[in-house]
């Protein structure tokens, strides 16, 4: 089992059956999920996108710059993080919302000393606005973030079980990968699981992601207790 673990939630995920904005009811179920985490002693970071309200690649040109873009981006990882931790404590799990961008009114900043206090206490860490700069994305910004608050691993949902030698949905016969080195998922341009800058940092400093299906009943608390059936990598034996 991990003592602490970092989740990295995508905007898209968050969406849930909607095609923007944010699923109240697929958040409950993310509490009840996390407090099963929290329940079995393993403190919990999440850190979470904002493609569901705004991605900033996508909105720069036509007279946005790309530094305005991302900023408007990480507002929108902010609306995610806001919605969460409401929802997360109306389900009894206690819950701070720190933001690495200037939101005072709306959330606590994000204070290393402070995060620390608030995993200590047995609260639900979320955190907003990615790394706070722009040309950076929240895949690359949880990497930073589980290293600076000494995560023993990432824990990357997506909408599969792990990554695959090719994308399942247009590939039925693409094979499962349990594990695969740093290196692999760096040179392979086929996994595009997470950007490459996220995978590179975590291979400098040999912090181990877990891919892995977290929108299946269980999987997240499992997967935190290191009962994983998604895929590692960077795992000492790949």
């Not at 970071?45 to 991302?70: C, E, P, S």
Request: contains cysteine; negative net charge; proline residues 3%.
């Amino acid at each position: 089992m991990y003592r602490r673990v970092l989740l990295k939630l995508s905007g898209e995920q968050l969406a849930g059956k909607f095609e923007g904005g944010i699923d109240a009811e697929l958040g409950k179920w993310l509490a009840e999920q996390a407090k099963k985490v929290v329940a079995d002693g393993t403190q919990l970071v999440i850190m979470v996108g904002g493609g569901n309200f705004a991605r900033g690649r996508q909105l720069a040109g036509h007279g946005i710059k790309r530094v305005t873009a991302d900023h408007i981006g990480m507002l929108g990882t902010m609306m995610n993080a806001l919605a969460l931790t409401d929802i997360f404590e109306s389900k009894d799990v206690p819950t701070r919302c720190l933001s690495n961008i200037f939101a005072e009114q709306v959330a606590e900043p994000f204070v290393h000393r402070l995060a620390e206090k608030h995993l200590e206490a047995g609260r639900v860490v979320i955190v907003a606005g990615g790394i706070g700069r722009p040309y950076l994305t929240t895949d690359t910004a949880a990497v930073s973030l589980a290293l600076e608050l000494g995560c023993e691993v990432v824990l990357k949902a997506t909408k599969v079980d792990g990554v695959y030698t090719a994308d399942p949905a247009e590939h039925p016969e693409a094979e499962k990968l349990h594990t695969i080195s740093f290196q692999q998922a760096v040179e392979d341009n086929a996994i595009k699981v997470m950007d490459k800058a996220a995978l590179g940092l975590a291979m400098e400093h040999q912090l181990p992601i877990i891919v892995f299906d977290a929108l299946a009943e269980g999987n997240i608390a499992r997967t935190a207790a290191g009962e994983t059936s998604g895929t590692t990598i960077g795992a000492p034996e790949a």
